[in-house]
């Protein structure tokens, strides 16, 4: 009885099996270059921005430690704040228009572009987030620190309204592979 499949593979077909061999470790090296450890988050109670205090100026820390030294790590940070606009009376002319930022103070890094909405409807969340904040790399090191302001401002008189703004910090950190235990670190976000 004659065998349907031949004996021996071709040799395109040993170059094929070979070629996806080969993607397939470059694959695994590519992607065995970074260890991602858990980010930390921080939830806070609500600003509340008024025409007698108008803006707001909030300093955190960002802390990662390590249990050994690392080559190499990279930090965001990302802030989700939404705005409320409360009118004092029922019958409000036009909504106030609000300023957000993030800005790394230490070491000395970038911000984010200001973020300006204007909040068209009283009593509606609208978001205002200005966006993610990448922080000074960090490298040959067991420990990083990074210090950052959240910037909120009024930018009309708004009277007797107040704008309450709900926020949320989260930074998440990249850390170079040679890092076999992601939970050797750990990442904190404090008030400062």
Same mark, same amino acid.
């Given at each position: 009885?004659?065998?349907?499949?031949?004996?021996?593979?071709?040799?395109?077909?040993?170059?094929?099996?070979?070629?996806?061999?080969?993607?397939?470790?470059l694959g695994t090296v590519a992607t065995s270059d970074y260890e991602e450890?858990?980010?930390?988050?921080?939830?806070?109670?609500?600003?509340?921005?008024?025409?007698?205090?108008?803006?707001?100026?909030?300093?955190?820390?960002?802390?990662?430690?390590?249990?050994?030294?690392?080559?190499?790590?990279?930090?965001?940070?990302?802030?989700?704040?939404?705005?409320?606009?409360?009118?004092?009376?029922?019958?409000?002319?036009?909504?106030?228009?609000?300023?957000?930022?993030?800005?790394?103070?230490?070491?000395?890094? /970038?911000?984010?572009?200001?973020? &300006? $909405?204007?909040?068209? *409807?009283?009593?509606? =969340?609208?978001?205002?987030?200005? !966006? @993610?904040?990448?922080?000074?790399?960090?490298?040959?090191?067991?420990?990083?620190?990074?210090?950052?302001?959240?910037?909120?401002?009024?930018? /009309?008189?708004?009277?007797?309204? &107040? $704008?309450?703004?709900? *926020?949320?910090?989260? =930074?998440?950190?990249?850390?170079? !592979? @040679?890092?076999?235990?992601?939970?050797?670190?750990?990442?904190?976000?404090?008030?400062?």
């Open positions: 009885m004659s065998s349907l499949l031949p004996s021996k593979p071709s040799r395109l077909r040993r170059l094929a099996a070979t070629f996806v061999l080969i993607v397939a470790s450890p858990d980010g930390s988050q921080l939830t806070g109670p609500a600003v509340t921005l008024a025409a007698q205090a108008p803006r707001s100026q909030r300093r955190y820390v960002i802390l990662v430690s390590a249990r050994n030294e690392f080559e190499y790590l990279h930090a965001d940070l990302s802030a989700e704040l939404t705005a409320t606009w409360k009118p004092a009376d029922s019958t409000p002319s036009r909504g106030p228009a609000l300023r957000t930022r993030l800005t790394q103070v230490e070491p000395e890094g /970038d911000s984010t572009p200001d973020k &300006s $909405v204007v909040l068209e *409807w009283p009593g509606a =969340a609208m978001d205002a987030t200005p !966006g @993610t904040l990448s922080l000074t790399d960090c490298e040959n090191a067991m420990r990083c620190q990074w210090d950052v302001v959240v910037d909120l401002e009024l930018l /009309d008189d708004i009277g007797l309204d &107040s $704008v309450e703004v709900d *926020w949320k910090l989260q =930074a998440s950190i990249t850390v170079d !592979g @040679t890092v076999d235990d992601p939970s050797a670190f750990t990442v904190s976000i404090s008030e400062r």
